[in-house]
């Protein structure tokens, strides 16, 4: 017989024995480990997923912010830029009002300094035109200026043709007042006497003469009567000294200009000299 | 020339005996469980691992993945039984290449007694899975005239496996002993090759046939819902 049943039930026991020893130190670890690994597998890949999902919605979140950072960025660019120019803008408005101001305030200032030149000049030109004309009709005609303008004065009388007449007679009559001579200096009793003779041929007889004396009358004699006047004086000499001399000045402020600024020139080129 | 290493008897007292099948085993059994506790004492859940354990892992998951492809719905629960088996007798053949070593496999008692296991392990894992009656319906299908068709089958399956192990095993041995003693070069290590290799598939075989076996006993009420199903849509369809 090849079957000897104690080896049977040995064997039998055997192989139990070793099925359960298996189990213990082969399969159940084996097993256990592989499924840990999985298990770490799987959640390490599900930890990626989540990471990536989150990375994605960061991305995104750092985009829309970039995005809503770039259109602030840019308005407030264009906010700068149109408070700059409007800025700006305003500054050359106020520099270009302030340079009008000064060079009005400078043109004003120029007008007033001529003015007074203007007025100075006649001032003293007429005092030297008396002073020249005084000495020249003494030393030459041996007759006194004021005798000379009296002398004038009556001639411009005679000269008067009809229809001026007629208009001082006119006026004459409507006016209540005096007929007025106003000079500039004392008339000699010879001298209005003479006046009263030539107006009274001229135009009739009339109320005796006011004779006034107003030193602002720049040397001359005037008839004054309702708003006419027959008049003799040295301000239209004087107008054409004044005219004479304004242009004189004129070119005297363009040539001095002109002069300092090939100063300014001049001292720029040395400035640069200097440097070298 | 013993024919079974059951006459090898080292120590005995009445009943009991110690021959070298029952040492031969212990041998393998002390392999196979220092060898398992040695390599799985430092298993590693890394990606990283040691060549022995991924041996191991291959050796188990192939099992596994074998139970699997037969059928069975819950590898895990027959990975012991069926793998044990499979080692069992795939270390028994593989000894062989050490000299003077007898596989245990070549005694009838040895393979007796595995087949005597899957006797009894086939209705308690079906029993297990559907109760008593539920086993012991599927002896009468598909009609009950198959019933002693059924339990001749069950036994002459059982000494069919016992038979084809122990023949296999030993006739391996028995060549090798027969060639040593007529052409002792060259020849004896071819037929070991041989011998290495029949008794890998004597392995699988082994084991597989269990594995069917407990598929069947086990598949039984599983599958007859679903016939039920697909002859009533059939029905309904003509």
């Given at each position: 017989?090849?079957?000897d049943?104690?080896?049977?039930?040995?064997q039998?026991?055997?192989?139990?024995?070793?099925?359960?020893?298996?189990?213990?130190?082969?399969?159940r670890?084996?097993?256990?480990?592989i499924?840990a690994?999985?298990?770490?597998?799987a959640?390490?890949?599900?930890?990626?997923?989540?990471k990536?999902?989150?990375?994605?919605k960061?991305?995104?979140?750092?985009?829309?912010k970039?995005?809503?950072?770039?259109?602030?960025?840019?308005?407030?660019?264009?906010?700068?830029?149109e408070?700059?120019k409007t800025?700006?803008?305003?500054?050359?408005?106020?520099?270009?009002?302030?340079?009008?101001?000064?060079?009005?305030?400078?043109?004003?200032?120029l007008?007033?300094?001529?003015?007074?030149?203007?007025?100075?000049?006649?001032?003293?030109?007429?005092?030297?035109?008396?002073?020249?004309?005084?000495?020249?009709?003494?030393d030459?005609?041996?007759?006194s200026?004021?005798q000379?303008?009296?002398?004038?004065?009556?001639d411009s009388?005679?000269?008067?043709?009809?229809?001026?007449?007629?208009?001082?007679k006119?006026?004459?009559?409507?006016?209540?007042?005096?007929l007025r001579?106003?000079?500039?200096?004392?008339?000699s009793?010879?001298?209005?006497?003479?006046?009263?003779?030539a107006?009274a041929e001229i135009?009739?007889?009339?109320?005796?003469?006011?004779?006034i004396?107003?030193?602002?009358?720049?040397?001359?004699?005037?008839?004054?009567s309702?708003?006419?006047?027959?008049?003799?004086?040295?301000?239209?000499?004087?107008?054409s000294?004044?005219?004479?001399?304004?242009?004189?000045l004129?070119?005297?402020?363009?040539?001095?200009?002109a002069?300092?600024?090939?100063?300014?020139a001049?001292?720029?080129?040395?400035?640069?000299?200097?440097e070298? | 020339?013993?024919l079974?290493?059951?006459?090898?008897?080292?120590?005995?007292?009445?009943f009991?005996k110690?021959?070298?099948?029952?040492?031969?085993?212990?041998g393998?059994?002390?392999?196979?469980?220092?060898?398992?506790?040695?390599?799985?004492r430092?298993?590693s859940t890394?990606?990283q691992?040691?060549r022995?354990?991924?041996?191991?892992?291959?050796?188990?998951?192939?099992?596994?993945?074998?139970?699997?492809?037969?059928?069975?719905?819950?590898?895990q629960?027959?990975?012991?039984?069926?793998g044990?088996?499979f080692?069992?007798?795939?270390?028994?053949?593989?000894?062989?290449?050490?000299?003077?070593?007898?596989?245990?496999t070549?005694?009838?008692?040895?393979?007796?007694?595995?087949?005597?296991?899957v006797?009894?392990a086939?209705?308690?894992?079906?029993?297990?899975?559907s109760?008593?009656?539920?086993y012991?319906?599927?002896?009468?299908?598909?009609?009950?005239?198959?019933?002693?068709f059924?339990?001749v089958?069950e036994?002459?399956?059982?000494?069919?496996?016992?038979?084809?192990?122990?023949g296999?095993?030993?006739?391996?041995?028995?060549?090798?002993?027969?060639?040593?003693?007529?052409?002792?070069?060259i020849?004896?290590?071819?037929?070991?090759?041989?011998?290495?290799?029949?008794?890998m598939?004597?392995?699988?075989?082994?084991?597989?046939?269990?594995?069917?076996y407990?598929?069947?006993?086990?598949?039984?009420?599983?599958?007859?819902?679903?016939?039920?199903?697909?002859?009533?849509?059939?029905?309904?369809?003509?």
């Open positions: 017989m090849l079957i049943w104690f080896t049977v039930i040995a039998v026991i055997n192989f139990l024995i070793l099925v359960w020893l298996l189990k213990r130190f082969l399969y670890p084996i097993l256990d480990a499924d690994r999985e298990k770490r597998i959640a390490k890949i599900a930890d990626a997923e989540t990536e999902t989150e990375a994605q960061q991305r995104e979140e750092y985009q829309q970039n995005e809503v950072f770039d259109q602030q960025r840019n308005a407030h660019m264009n906010e700068m830029q408070a700059a800025e700006r803008a305003q500054l050359l408005d106020a520099a270009r009002q302030e340079s009008e101001d000064l060079r009005g305030r400078l043109e004003q200032a007008r007033n300094e001529q003015q007074s030149l203007n007025e100075e000049l006649g001032r003293r030109a007429r005092e030297e035109v008396f002073a020249i004309a005084r000495k020249v009709l003494s030459l005609a041996g007759t200026l004021e000379r303008m009296t002398d004038i004065f009556l009388l005679h000269k008067l043709n009809k229809a001026q007449i007629t208009e001082l006119s006026a004459l009559k409507k006016s209540s007042d005096a001579v106003r000079t500039a200096f004392q008339l009793e010879k001298q209005s006497a003479a006046i009263e003779t107006v135009l009739g007889k009339q109320k005796p003469l006011e004779f004396i107003v030193p602002d009358l720049v040397s001359g004699i005037e008839i004054i309702g708003g006419r006047k027959i008049a003799w004086s040295i301000t239209d000499y004087l107008d000294l004044a005219n004479s001399v304004d242009d004189l004129k070119n005297k402020t363009a040539t001095e200009g002069v300092a600024e090939k100063t300014a001049t001292t720029g080129q040395d400035v640069e000299n200097n070298h | 020339m013993n079974s290493p059951d006459n090898i008897i080292y120590w005995q007292m009445g009991f110690l021959n070298a099948t029952i040492v031969y085993t212990w393998l059994m002390l392999v196979l469980v220092i060898g398992s506790k040695l390599i799985t430092n298993l890394e990606q691992r040691s022995w354990q991924n041996l191991l892992e291959i050796i188990v998951t192939g099992i596994n993945q074998q139970i699997e492809e037969v059928g069975l719905k819950n590898p629960k027959y990975l012991s039984f069926l044990s088996l080692l069992f007798v795939a270390m028994a053949s593989l000894f062989t290449v050490v000299p003077g070593y007898e596989p245990p070549g005694s009838l008692s040895t393979t007796t007694a595995l087949a005597i296991c006797f009894i086939v209705p308690m894992f079906g029993i297990e899975q109760g008593v009656g539920g012991l319906r599927s002896y009468l299908q598909p009609t009950v005239i198959m019933l002693p059924n339990i089958s036994i002459s399956r059982t000494l069919a496996l016992a038979v084809r192990l122990f296999n095993m030993m006739s391996g041995t028995m060549i090798l002993a027969i060639l040593l003693t007529i052409t002792p070069f020849f004896p290590i071819i037929m070991s090759a041989l011998g290495l290799l029949t008794g598939v004597q392995a699988y075989i082994f084991s597989i046939l269990a594995t069917v407990i598929a069947a006993a086990t598949r039984v009420r599983s599958t007859k819902p679903e016939g039920e199903a697909e002859n009533k849509t059939e029905s309904e369809s003509k």
